[in-house]
């Protein structure tokens, strides 16, 4: 980081400490508290739900060893979750986390973009809202199918 930037990101942090003083000074530190644990509360549980559905799905591949290749995993461990524009906006567009985890520092708003311009992101079959919640059952990684199941299909493969 160079001066400049680093001279950006304090005065950043002093606005942000002025703007939460003024604020309690403004409703006072319970009502403060009152509005920021909710949505603290609300965007912990979704950023939780998004790392858990992307990383955790019906076609999801994970390797080790000799099968690992950066590019395929990238491209395969990760989903492509396909969100309305509101939501893709709110979620700074981490639903191209296949892009994401092929190289990370393109900045989030330029994967839309990206997966555009691009052929090879468009292969990844997305995930929408709804097939989203089917993962909610996958929990254990089959080693011998290669796929991701739920306890229900282990307990049918012992049988």
Same mark, same amino acid.
């Given at each position: 980081?160079?001066?400049?930037?680093? =001279?950006?990101?304090?005065?950043?942090?002093? !606005?942000?400490?002025?703007?939460?003083?003024?604020?309690?000074? !403004?409703?006072?530190?319970?009502?403060?508290?009152?509005? #920021?644990? +909710? %949505?603290?509360?609300?965007?912990?549980?979704?950023?939780?739900?998004?790392?858990? =559905?992307?990383? &955790?799905?019906? &076609?999801? %591949?994970?390797?080790?060893?000799?099968?690992?290749?950066?590019?395929?995993?990238?491209?395969?461990? /990760?989903?492509? *979750?396909?969100?309305? =524009?509101?939501? &893709?906006?709110?979620?700074?567009?981490?639903? *191209?986390?296949?892009?994401?985890?092929? /190289? +990370?520092?393109? +900045?989030?708003?330029?994967?839309?973009?990206?997966?555009?311009?691009?052929?090879?992101? &468009?292969? %990844? #079959?997305?995930?929408? *809202?709804?097939?989203?919640?089917? /993962?909610?059952?996958?929990?254990?990684?089959?080693?011998?199918?290669?796929?991701?199941?739920? *306890?229900?299909?282990?307990?049918?493969?012992?049988?």
């Amino acid at each position: 980081m160079n001066r400049k930037e680093h =001279v950006y990101l304090q005065l950043t942090n002093l !606005a942000l400490i002025a703007a939460i003083a003024l604020s309690i000074w !403004a409703i006072g530190w319970k009502a403060y508290l009152l509005i #920021q644990i +909710p %949505v603290l509360y609300i965007a912990s549980v979704h950023g939780v739900w998004l790392f858990y =559905v992307q990383h &955790q799905y019906d &076609q999801v %591949v994970w390797t080790r060893g000799k099968e690992w290749d950066y590019k395929n995993i990238a491209l395969q461990g /990760s989903s492509f *979750f396909k969100l309305p =524009v509101v939501l &893709q906006w709110f979620t700074g567009n981490i639903g *191209f986390h296949h892009i994401h985890h092929l /190289s +990370p520092r393109i +900045p989030n708003y330029k994967l839309p973009l990206c997966y555009k311009e691009n052929p090879m992101f &468009q292969d %990844v #079959q997305p995930i929408t *809202f709804l097939s989203s919640l089917r /993962s909610m059952r996958l929990r254990l990684w089959d080693e011998k199918r290669k796929k991701i199941i739920g *306890f229900k299909a282990l307990h049918l493969n012992a049988t």
